[in-house]
């Protein structure tokens, strides 16, 4: 492996990454469907990550480092550049600018939470659960 893909990640690898969080992999535009009904009920988030980006790499790894809510939040992982109509679909229902890294907080149908780069931070998130 270079030392490119050692630091930055190669988008030709799956790359198993040890997490503290059950992320659930956002693959489909029906999955958008299922977190608005299901969030009327209970909050979900959304993790928009670019894997070719470093600084997308460095707030993911963060996050995770930081999260503490696996029994209290449905957290769904979306690879943007394999999913890219998802992300698409997500600025536009949730009437959000796309960012990457991106992450957003949906309660009863809507974002009521999002940050991006260097903003996303797991307290910030928990104390607006």
């Known amino acids: 492996m270079s030392i490119f893909n050692s630091l930055f990640g190669s988008s030709e690898e799956k790359k198993e990454r040890e997490s503290k969080i059950n992320w ?9 469907d299922e ?3 299901l969030s009327d ?5 959304i993790f928009k990550h670019s894997t070719r980006c470093s600084i997308s790499r460095f707030a993911l790894k963060q996050f995770e480092n930081e999260y503490a809510l696996q029994d209290t939040v ?12 998802i992300s698409n679909e997500i600025a536009s229902r949730f009437l959000v600018t796309h960012q990457s890294p991106q992450l957003l907080l949906i309660k009863n149908g809507k974002s009521v939470y999002d940050a991006s780069h260097s903003d996303i931070d797991a307290q910030e998130l928990a104390e607006r659960l």
Do not use: K, N, S, T
Request: avoid cysteine.
């Open 24 to 32: 659930i992999p956002l693959q489909h535009i029906g999955q958008l």
């Open 35 to 37: 977190i608005v009904a």
């Open 41 to 45: 009920q209970a909050p979900a988030v």
């Open 74 to 85: 449905d957290a769904y992982f979306l690879d943007l550049l394999e999913y890219r109509d």
